[in-house]
């Protein structure tokens, strides 16, 4: 079963905090899907991923992109996986559900990235909390410290 871990964003926003952790996870050798509610937000992804750094960018792409198998890290608001991703990651309240529970999940993690500040998604990231350890899955959460450093919490 996938391993999920709920992310708790208050002190950095996403656009810091994904960087940090799609960089990890491509240092693992790890191919990524990212998933989001909405194709605006896809699209805003999109152009912050090639431009978070000056001195470095994410290698990424979408379906319009082309090509989608070959991508590292592949931005969608559906529930494909056409780059054979290990690791699933859920923002803006995007639903999880992709398999997670099967035995023969491709994603060897999953993570949900949450604003802590924006009330939709705290709400949300509770009740798919809630709704995804009723189901037996094995869900952590974590939380960021005042230096910023993520801690294991529940």
Known sequence: ?????????????????????????????????????????????????????????LPHGRVSDGDCEIQPVYLTAGLENPNHAELRVFIQGAEIAVGLGASDSPYARAIALFDGNDADELACARVQWKQLK???FAATYWQQDGSGRWEKKA
């Open 1 to 57: 079963m996938t391993e999920i871990w709920f992310y708790h964003l208050q002190r950095q926003p996403l656009e810091i905090v994904l960087p940090q952790l799609l960089e990890k996870a491509l240092a693992k050798g790890w191919r990524v899907a990212i998933q989001a509610k909405s194709q605006e937000r896809i699209d805003a992804l999109d152009s912050w991923l090639w431009t978070y750094s000056e001195a470095s960018f």
């Open 134 to 136: 009723e189901s037996g």
